[in-house]
């Protein structure tokens, strides 16, 4: 297991992490498990029951020796041929504690047939029986087998990582292990968790007045709660990459939050951390509203009017239609972006 802290006591004040009062340690624990419980029957019973839309591709499922109890789901696009293949890396969402890589097909599918590319839904386990940093160390040794995995073909000049919440707060933490650090050339943050430092209470206040409840309010502590060890400093770069070294990650950071989503303020922050402040932004089309940037590699748009994994959280009817919309404009700029900009600049050097 990969020690806790990358960063010098000396270099930074350290958040402690504590144990809350006995009673509230024992309402996470049920409540957690309560929660598991319940994503697991609902994913179940949704596979059932729904058929899967023939317009996805069938991923191959794959098991690495380093993590044989992991596993992973393989995207090829149709008729790639001999030429090696950029690869996204996807880290799915859940909180660190629910979910599974196949929640991502849509994405997966959707970005391997319109791109070209091959991407794998990697695996990580979950809290609370496995806090943090198991699941950095998870997807940090699958994403270094997938690499070396000679049977998938990758150009290994373009490879990238991403994730939805938290998996988008464990893409980040894995660009900056050690093992990984200049293999991974950008990051894809989609409405990810980057600042564990912060409580519940701190981040609802940032939300705007109209957007109404949020997803997160009901779960966040106690995904926390089974999620964070006690003892450990909120501020290592592993559990917050808010707070990462610019250094420590790769050159290109793509960043997406959702108005109305209590994680939309760090999302933004990390963006502003990343940029030099003397230089200039050039604004590009936002969707719903004016409200994104660009300077040298690092990109930013907040998505106005959406709550949290609002591009896995289907709707009914008009509104059903307008989400799948918006989803699938977001996921071609990342791919156009990826193209034109990630890719495109690395055949340069």
């Not at 697991?40 to 109890?69: C, D, H, M, Q, T």
């Not at 859940?94 to 091959?118: H, L, R, Y």
Request: proline fraction near 7%.
């Amino acid at each position: 297991m990969m020690s806790v802290s990358t960063i010098p006591d000396s270099e930074h004040q350290k958040i402690i992490s504590e144990p809350p009062p006995y009673r509230l340690r024992i309402a996470y624990f049920i409540s957690v498990w309560l929660f598991k419980a319940a994503n697991a029957f609902g994913l179940r019973v949704l596979r059932l029951f729904s058929r899967r839309p023939p317009n996805f591709l069938r991923p191959e499922v794959k098991s690495y020796s380093i993590r044989p109890f992991l596993r992973n789901r393989i995207f090829r696009p149709d008729g790639s041929g001999n030429e090696p293949l950029p690869l996204y890396l996807d880290v799915h969402g859940g909180g660190w504690a629910v979910a599974d890589p196949e929640t991502d097909d849509e994405f997966c599918s959707f970005m391997a047939q319109k791109f070209n590319i091959i991407v794998v839904s990697i695996d990580y386990r979950k809290a609370p029986s496995w806090k943090f940093p198991y699941a950095v160390s998870d997807a940090a040794a699958i994403a270094d087998a997938v690499i070396l995995d000679e049977s998938l073909n990758i150009d290994n000049t373009k490879i990238v990582i991403g994730g939805f919440s938290a998996g988008g707060n464990l893409a980040f933490a894995v660009s900056q292990v050690e093992s990984l650090r200049g293999r991974i050339y950008g990051i894809v943050g989609f409405y990810p968790c980057l600042d564990l430092t912060e409580s519940l209470e701190e981040k609802l206040k940032r939300r705007p007045k109209e957007a109404g409840s949020d997803i997160l309010e009901s779960s966040a502590n106690f995904l926390d709660w089974a999620y964070v060890p006690y003892g450990v400093d909120r501020r290592d770069p592993l559990l917050s990459p808010r707070w990462a070294r610019r250094e420590d990650l790769p050159q290109y950071v793509y960043l997406i939050g959702a108005e109305y989503d209590i994680l939309c303020h760090e999302a933004n922050q990390m963006a502003e951390s990343l940029v030099e402040p003397e230089f200039e932004r050039t604004s590009i089309p936002a969707l719903l509203a004016e409200d994104g940037w660009k300077q040298g590699g690092i990109r930013w748009e907040c998505v106005r009017g959406r709550p949290h994994a609002f591009t896995h959280v289907a709707m009914w009817g008009r509104k059903e239609i307008d989400r799948v919309k918006v989803v699938q404009e977001m996921y071609y700029r990342v791919g156009v972006w990826l193209k034109e900009e990630v890719w495109a600049n690395q055949s340069l050097r």
